[in-house]
């Protein structure tokens, strides 16, 4: 059992406890946050002592409250319809407290309906303060929750803090953050949450690395000649352009998202599954990315923003006629980047990172490709070619992992063609892996870190994210390369892969 899990009663059922969101009508608690509790109270995996206190400034009283998260699970969560039995213990633990968080005077007040709730469910005072709200708020609430006295530092009653993306926007801001919350919080009361690290693919990379004797002795530079991942999206702004405007791609998914699994895909094998260990392992990795000078810059990463196209048979708009976005805008919205790690294991190794919207369609993976064999002994006969060895991980969607290798074709001739070889989670275990957020929530209520963002990573993954921040406010460019909605990317991104010795791979 992980000796980071304090108080538990059980081996996977958290000690009882009051769940407090700050945020509570905003579009993440009801898409994500409550429809995960409800999962996980079906699945019975939450103590039976158990509250969820929302906190946001809009009117309403906890029946209100109770039937817009009825509605929000009815569409949102994983297995619908809702069970009637199950949501009527579930509302019974729902509870709304109207209120100004950047106010100190409403934290008197939540003090006071915590202590009546704990009182009502039997809950001994343990807390997990959940911040779903503008990371502008953060430092305020994080400073009234000390000044009302609702942090215990000790172990027991828990107090523990989730902090949701994004950690910063730059080093300087993260370290500010970083110092904020530790003034208030211990280190090991803070869960700065990643929902990909939820993900069960990303989570097996573990398993499927560390734990299987295949695989590992090949994972290194003697083997593998190529690592790329890809995160593409098929959506464009959706509304959202006056925030994307402020973030890029290069803040919304390369310095959390895309460096978390490029984490898991080249760290180290950790001494054990203790949370601290994993995430020693991560961090070294970071430090061992190589820094690319101010003067290599536009040969090792790529922007672009998309310009109107065809996406899943529907014409759209280029990202520069979206609402919100300026028509002299400079913000990325496709990243790929060229980077090595100078360690023993991956020595000159490219990893080629790729990130955009309005991609042909939505997909996460991961593709190993490995060196070809020193000896093309089949050339010359029939039908045979070189055939590219890879490893495939499929993040989302259809979870699963794949081996592209070479096979004889029947007949009478000596012809090799390339074959697949498939895992499927769906077909392979006979039920659907958990939402990211029923597994990151549950490991936060038991004080499990191991899937959560500690404070030296953030800032490690900073450093190298500020460096290309500033070259590129250096180059003050009046407009960036192009590519067309529903394309693959831009031209300047094919060359970043041929300069690595290949090209992007289609999913």
């Keep these: 059992m992980n000796p980071l899990r304090e108080g538990l009663t059980g081996d996977r059922v958290p000690a009882p406890q009051t769940l407090v969101i700050f945020g509570a009508s905003g579009d993440l608690t009801l898409r994500k946050l409550v429809p995960a509790l409800y999962s996980l109270t079906r699945e019975r995996l939450l103590p039976s002592a158990f509250a969820i206190v929302g906190v946001a400034r809009q009117e309403r009283d906890d029946e209100s409250f109770r039937q817009e998260m009825r509605e929000a699970c009815d569409q949102y969560a994983r297995r619908r319809p809702v069970d009637a039995s199950v949501w009527d213990n579930f509302a019974r633990q729902l509870f709304y ?270 593709t190993i490709k490995f060196l070809p064999a020193p000896h093309h002994l089949f050339r010359g006969q029939a039908g045979s070619g070189p055939v590219v060895n890879l490893l495939n991980i499929r993040i989302q969607p259809d979870e699963g992992i794949s081996i592209h290798f070479g096979s004889k074709i029947p007949g009478p001739d000596m012809a090799i063609a390339p074959v697949n070889m498939e895992f499927r989670y769906g077909s392979a275990f006979g039920k659907e892996p958990p939402e990211a957020y029923e597994r990151l929530i549950l490991d936060a209520m038991m004080g499990d870190s191991t899937l959560f963002i500690r404070d030296d990573e953030t800032e490690a993954s900073w450093t190298f994210i500020t460096a290309i921040q500033e070259a590129w406010a250096e180059q003050k460019r009046r407009r960036l390369p192009t590519y067309r909605a529903g394309s693959w990317g831009p031209p300047e991104a094919d060359e970043l892969a041929q300069s690595a010795g290949g090209q992007w791979r289609v999913p």
């Design 97 to 366: 407290f109207r209120g100004d968080f950047t106010q100190g005077e409403t934290y008197q007040g939540l003090r006071e309906r915590l202590a009546e709730v704990d009182q009502q469910h039997g809950i001994p005072g343990n807390r997990l303060f959940y911040l779903s709200t503008s990371p502008s708020v953060f430092s305020r609430i994080i400073g009234h929750l000390g000044d009302a006295g609702m942090v215990s530092r000790n172990q027991q009653p828990a107090t523990r803090l989730i902090v949701e993306k994004p950690f910063g926007r730059d080093l300087g801001s993260a370290q500010e953050l970083n110092k904020q919350l530790k003034a208030v919080f211990q280190e090991r009361q803070i869960f700065r949450i990643d929902h990909y690290l939820g993900k069960e693919t990303v989570q097996n990379m573990l398993a499927f690395r560390f734990g299987n004797g295949i695989f590992e002795p090949l994972w290194n530079s003697r083997h593998v000649e190529q690592v790329q991942i890809t995160a593409a999206e098929s959506i464009g702004m959706e509304g959202r352009g006056g925030y994307f405007e402020e973030a890029g791609m290069l803040r919304d998914m390369v310095q959390n998202h895309l460096f978390q699994v490029l984490c898991l895909t080249g760290m180290e094998p950790p001494v054990s599954l203790d949370s601290n260990a994993v995430r020693d392992e991560k961090v070294k990795f970071l430090k061992s990315l190589r820094p690319i000078p101010p003067a290599e810059m536009e040969t090792h990463v790529v922007r672009a923003q998309y310009a109107a196209g065809e996406v899943l048979g529907k014409s759209v708009s280029g990202y520069l006629q979206e609402d919100g976005v300026a028509p002299d805008s400079t913000t990325e919205t496709y990243v790929a980047l060229k980077l090595h790690a100078d360690n023993w294991r991956w020595g000159n190794v490219p990893f080629l990172l790729r990130t955009a919207k309005r991609m042909p369609k939505k997909v996460t993976d991961i």
